[in-house]
């Protein structure tokens, strides 16, 4: 199994596993290299779940698809923190927007849905995984997965752009008595969370306060293109967070 596993966030239902890993990788590589260290390709996976959200218009109509989105906002909007959806409208692009509704509403609404996702973590996470580095929404899911699972071995988790210090989307993803609760993750000894100046996914971009003192927030400048994952891979911060848990 991998070392380093990486998980995407929200906007990949039309990649795969090797796309997404043919623009990661280098990126984490450079990040690496500001710090005079590499990674063989055999010691870095992706966590590929953005099919399980492709629309199907062979099984789905397009009124079932609208109907969908129009339930996802008065979901959303019944939510702790249901008024940060005036914020993220006004902020995004109509379409960014809807399917954000998408995907967030139907880990919320599908307990099977969030449990497929959870597996697809299970089979890249084995007995040699040292870090989990994760992006946007691969946040909260690897989050999720990383309190279900307190027996994996896992060392470091990398939080990069993440919106896990927005209440609405803890909520969406921890519904039940434990919704509020944010427990530390599993058996992680150190958490690192990125988050850019400018990244309106991270716009609470301090975790320490919420989950614990234990936290590392740092800051980063990824100018214009300040949620997307390339430039949070090789930024300095982020290689030497996975290459000091990788000893090297």
Known sequence: MARVVAVHGAFNELWGPHEIAARWLPALRDGLWKCDATIADD?????????????DPEREDADT????????????????????LEHLQQQAGAAMY???????????????????????????????????????????????????????GVDTFITLG????NPMMRAALFR???QYETPWPGSIRRW???????????????????FDPRVEDRRIDNGHRAHDPEPYLNAAVTGEAVAAALGR
């Open 43 to 55: 010691d870095f996976a992706v966590c590929f779940y953005g099919d399980l959200f492709r629309h």
């Open 65 to 84: 698809i609208s109907s969908t989105r129009a339930g996802a906002a008065e979901l959303l909007a019944s939510l702790p923190g249901g008024n940060v």
């Open 192 to 210: 690192v969370n990125v988050a850019a100046v400018g990244d309106l996914a991270a716009a609470v971009d301090r975790l320490a306060p919420i």
């Open 162 to 165: 993440s919106p896990l210090g």
């Open 98 to 152: 809807e399917r954000t509704l998408d995907l967030v509403a139907a880990m919320a609404d599908k307990e099977a849905l969030a449990h497929e996702v959870t597996q697809r973590v299970l089979a890249v996470i084995g007995p040699d995984t040292r870090v989990v580095v994760a992006h946007s929404l691969g946040t909260l899911i690897s989050y999720r997965a990383l309190c279900l699972h307190p027996e994996w």
């Open 176 to 178: 039940g008595p434990a």
